[in-house]
T-cell receptor, first 116, second 116 residues
């Protein structure tokens, strides 16, 4: 079963506008972490933002905010005031427990194109 | 503070050969995870090392093995290479201090492996 679902293979946004990238997840754990990473064409995974399952407030990091709706099991990334440099692949990920430790599961990603 | 480093950057091998990839974690991190990212897909978890032992493993065959050294650096070994092993191999480090799987992983730049 798909654990992390990103339903938008590609998204376009006009420079300086806001964009929301969708992510839904599935887990039976009570304690888990949700992450968003950015992957430019260079390949490196850049950590953007984190939301813990027990956090009551939505996480924010500069222009990035995470719209966490626990009951709906969604963790959408909102990028405000898009910049040309935001063009990249964006991955939603979840850390969940397993025997002996934790592992991170990634979604298929959303490619964001920012238009000038 | 140096981030996660990986070597080599690129590698070309032929089918049947063996390869070793290396990773040095971010300062202060004691846990290393390895991921395989095929073109156009999200990273797939291979395994995780903590205290020099494999703690978690994804759905990868035994041809994929690893090691963690006392200084927390790690190696990924792949034997009997197949064409399908061509991918970006990412190393991520973390410090599992919370014990709840909520610690952020930081990724290295990756090693791009091409199998001919």
């Amino acid at each position: 079963a798909q654990k992390i679902t990103q339903t938008q293979p590609g998204m376009f946004v006009q420079e300086k506008e806001a964009v929301t990238l969708d992510c839904t997840y599935d887990t039976s754990d009570q304690s888990y972490g949700l992450f968003w990473y950015k992957q430019p064409s260079s390949g490196e995974m850049i950590f953007l933002i984190y939301q813990g399952s027990y956090d009551e407030q939505n996480a924010t990091e500069g222009r990035y905010s995470l719209n966490f709706q626990k009951a709906r099991k969604s963790a959408n990334l909102v990028i405000s005031a898009s910049q040309l440099g935001d063009s990249a692949m964006y991955f939603c990920a979840m850390r969940e427990s397993g025997t002996g430790g934790f592992k991170t599961i990634f979604g298929a990603g959303t490619r964001l194109f920012v238009k000038a | 503070d140096a981030g996660v480093t990986q070597s080599p950057t690129h590698l070309i091998k032929t089918r049947g050969q063996q390869v070793t990839l290396r990773c040095s974690p971010k300062s202060g991190h004691d846990t290393v995870s390895w991921y395989q990212q095929a073109l156009g897909q999200g990273p797939q978890f291979i395994f995780q090392y903590y205290e020099e032992e494999e703690r978690q493993r994804g759905n990868f065959p035994d041809r994929f093995s690893g090691h963690q050294f006392p200084n927390y650096s790690s190696e990924l070994n792949v034997n009997a290479l197949l064409l399908g092993d061509s991918a970006l191999y990412l190393c991520a480090s973390s410090s599992e201090t919370s014990g709840r799987g909520t610690d952020t992983q930081y990724f290295g730049p990756g090693t791009r492996l091409t199998v001919l």
